[in-house]
T-cell receptor, first 114, second 110 residues
Framework: GAVVSQHPSRVICKSGTSVKIECRSL??????MFWYRQFPKQSLMLMATSNEGSKATYEQGVEKDKFLINHASLTLSTLTVTSAHPEDSSFYICSALLPGYEQYFGPGTRLTVT | GQQLNQSPQSMFIQEGEDVSMNCTSSSIFNTWLWYKQDPGEGPVLLIALYKAGELTSNGRLTAQFGITRKDSFLNISASIPSDVGIYFC??????????FGQGTTLQVKP
């Protein structure tokens, strides 16, 4: 149990365009999901906490207008990178909190901005 | 942001050897977690620890929640090639957020 999926697994976009990444909890409902960013050979850095039906909570230094988060249902959260630039290229990983237990992570999305 | 100090940064061992890695923090945590991440994948939860002093095993893996609540270690016994990957510790304090260590890259020589 506790499977989390992400789509797409990798995406290449041109500078200035926007890209949406989906995170789904497949076999449980998650009122809370998280979005992390991971640079090569580095650790996971929390970007924001996504709460179903309310606004996301962003970590210090993360631009909420650039990284739009929508948690419209108990099984889906989306991260939209707006006006992407090459420095936004990274590995984006979501997780979903299994109620009463821990966060389960998705497989990640590799974003490359050219 | 705040990070845990995880060591060693990398290990290259022979198949069959035991492995030990640890994490320390200046802050007290209520929960310690250990994850494994394969290249291009998300982290997978290995062991969760919730009480100071707790010692928990998952197959060949054993982890302990330090008595001071500021450290944890993970041991892997009799390593096999599929143990290769990056191991992350993560701590959770009163904020409820997970703080990750820098990771330990494990390579196993058959």
């Amino acid at each position: 149990g506790a499977v989390v999926s992400q789509h797409p697994s990798r995406v290449i976009c041109k500078s200035g365009t926007s890209v949406k990444i989906e995170c789904r909890s497949l076999d449980f409902q998650a009122t809370t999901m998280f979005w992390y960013r991971q640079f090569p050979k580095q650790s996971l850095m929390l970007m924001a906490t996504s709460n179903e039906g309310s606004k996301a909570t962003y970590e210090q230094g993360v631009e909420k207008d650039k990284f739009l988060i929508n948690h419209a249902s108990l099984t889906l959260s989306t991260l939209t990178v707006t006006s992407a630039h090459p420095e936004d290229s990274s590995f984006y990983i979501c997780s979903a909190l299994l109620p009463g237990y821990e966060q389960y992570f998705g497989p990640g999305t590799r974003l490359t901005v050219t | 942001g705040q990070q845990l100090n995880q060591s060693p940064q990398s290990m290259f061992i022979q198949e069959g050897e035991d492995v030990s890695m640890n994490c320390t923090s200046s802050s007290i945590f209520n929960t310690w977690l250990w994850y494994k991440q394969d290249p291009g994948e998300g982290p997978v939860l290995l062991i969760a620890l919730y009480k100071a002093g707790e010692l928990t095993s998952n197959g060949r893996l054993t982890a302990q929640f330090g008595i001071t609540r500021k450290d944890s270690f993970l041991n892997i016994s009799a390593s096999i090639p599929s143990d290769v990957g990056i191991y992350f510790c993560a701590g959770r304090g009163n904020t409820g957020k997970l703080i990750f260590g820098q990771g330990t890259t494990l390579q196993v020589k058959p």
